[in-house]
Nanobody, 126 residues
Framework: QLRLVESGGGLVQAGGSLTLSCAASEFSFDEGVIGWFHQAPGKEREGISCINVERGTKYYLDSVKGRFTISSDSAKNKVYLQMNNLRPEDTGVYFC???????????????????WGQGTHVTVTS
């Protein structure tokens, strides 16, 4: 099972920025399809962005479009989520996951997706 590790969360004021990282030691992101998910307190986890690294295809949920940017770094074998103009509703735990498909209109989870990682916590204060 592919194991991804999220990092970069923290406490920030509204309007501030954070950059989240997703790393995998046993997997090359060069041909990866990776998604970022957000789980707000008391709510279900939802996919907010994804990237097909090889094709350069990216997807953003409307609520983060224009504020968040997903990218990859082959040299560091990481996928990033740059989050700008953060809002209190962005508070929650952020997870990354290996996907089957990422298109400009959405994504498809892997059929054999296993367990989620620990995630990284983001708190945005007003």
């Amino acid at each position: 099972q592919l194991r991804l590790v999220e990092s970069g969360g923290g406490l920030v004021q509204a309007g501030g920025s954070l950059t989240l990282s997703c790393a995998a030691s046993e997997f090359s992101f060069d041909e990866g399809v990776i998604g970022w998910f957000h789980q707000a307190p008391g709510k279900e986890r939802e996919g907010i962005s994804c990237i097909n690294v090889e094709r350069g295809t990216k997807y953003y949920l409307d609520s983060v479009k224009g504020r968040f940017t997903i990218s990859s770094d082959s040299a560091k074998n990481k996928v990033y989520l740059q989050m700008n103009n953060l809002r209190p509703e962005d508070t929650g735990v952020y997870f990354c996951a290996d996907l089957d498909v990422c298109s400009t209109s959405g994504f498809v989870m892997e059929a054999d997706f296993g367990a989620w990682g620990q995630g990284t916590h983001v708190t945005v204060t007003s």
